[in-house]
């Protein structure tokens, strides 16, 4: 067995990199751009038994980013301790992760974008409410507030303390189309849920729970003709909705696959069904 000790990793060329700088390095890794922090809280909402969920964005998201829950919140303590890396309610010993059936289970996903940004944390666990104000993973100032039982999180100037990696963002417009388009797959995904999304202060979605049906017909409103379809098989469950192929696109922009809950991209499912419809569809797909 080698032991290598600090002093001998400290003398040479090759150097541990500052506390600060992994996390910031590791915070790159989930958080990609404004529609990658939505994607993480309103998975984090959803985890939390949330039934009514409000998602607003300014500036494609870069200067504000706001997710509200009526979930089961957080007690101080746990606020505190949702914010370190590694940090998680879902698994507790290594075999949890090969049955798991929530969405945030690595517990990075707040360090990581607290890490990056400006942000405020209201939660109420049903007794008191707790506000945590954290700058670039620093906290900054804790108090007890006031607010229904679930939790809000608003994040300010993401990037802040990384001007390079902000400068790659792409515009106003592009960002606050990839948000909507995420924020759309957890509406058709979880259509028992209710939500709200806003651009600015317009709303751009306002859904109560309904059917699968309804909330198609909300995001795709000119699609007309479609039908449910499903599959109940002795190890997979399918079920979805289909469009006739009057109503195609010549990309893949219409094609959502989902497993266990979250979106995929899987080229084998987009040729299935593409050969599925066959020479029903319109040539460039």
């Known amino acids: 067995m080698i032991h290598i000790g600090q002093d001998q990793i400290d003398s040479g060329k090759i150097k541990k990199l500052p506390d600060e700088v992994i996390s910031k390095i590791a915070a790159g890794e989930v958080v990609i751009n404004p529609a990658s922090v939505v994607k993480e809280l309103i998975e984090n909402a959803i985890d939390a038994q949330a039934s009514n969920?409000?998602?607003?964005?300014?500036?494609?998201?870069?200067?504000?980013?706001?997710?509200?829950d009526n979930g089961i919140g957080m007690?101080?303590?746990?606020?505190?301790?949702?914010?370190?890396?590694?940090?998680?309610?879902?698994?507790?010993?290594?075999?949890?992760?090969?049955?798991?059936?929530?969405?945030?289970?690595?517990?990075?996903?707040l360090a990581s974008i607290v890490d990056v940004s400006r942000t405020v944390i209201t939660t109420c666990d049903g007794s008191q409410a707790y506000r945590l104000e954290v700058v670039g993973g620093n906290i900054v100032k804790t108090s007890q507030s006031h607010r229904e039982k679930g939790t809000t999180v608003e994040i300010y100037d993401l990037f802040f303390n990384l001007p390079a990696r902000r400068k790659f963002l792409s515009s106003e417009k592009v960002e606050t189309r990839m948000v909507t388009e995420m924020v759309e797959r957890f509406l058709l995904?979880?259509?028992d849920l209710s939500f709200t999304y806003k651009v600015e202060d317009d709303i751009v979605y306002n859904v109560r729970s309904e059917t699968l049906n309804d909330r198609f017909s909300v995001i795709f409103p000119d699609v007309k003709e479609f039908q449910q379809l499903s599959y109940d098989g002795e190890k997979v469950k399918i079920s979805g909705i289909i469009s006739s192929p009057q109503h195609t696109r010549r990309n893949r922009t219409g094609q959502l696959f989902f497993v266990n809950g979250r979106f995929i991209v899987d080229n084998l499912?987009?040729?299935?069904?593409?050969?599925?419809?066959?020479?029903s569809l319109m040539h460039g797909l």
Do not use: C, M, W
């Not at 969920?53 to 509200?68: E, F, M, T």
């Not at 505190?80 to 517990?107: H, M, N, P, V």
């Open 53 to 68: 969920i409000d998602i607003q964005i300014k500036n494609g998201g870069k200067s504000y980013i706001k997710v509200a």
């Open 75 to 109: 007690s101080n303590d746990d606020l505190l301790a949702s914010i370190q890396r590694y940090t998680t309610s879902k698994i507790s010993e290594i075999e949890d992760i090969y049955r798991i059936s929530s969405y945030g289970f690595r517990g990075e996903a």
């Open 189 to 191: 995904v979880r259509p």
């Open 269 to 279: 499912l987009h040729l299935a069904l593409e050969r599925g419809y066959g020479e």
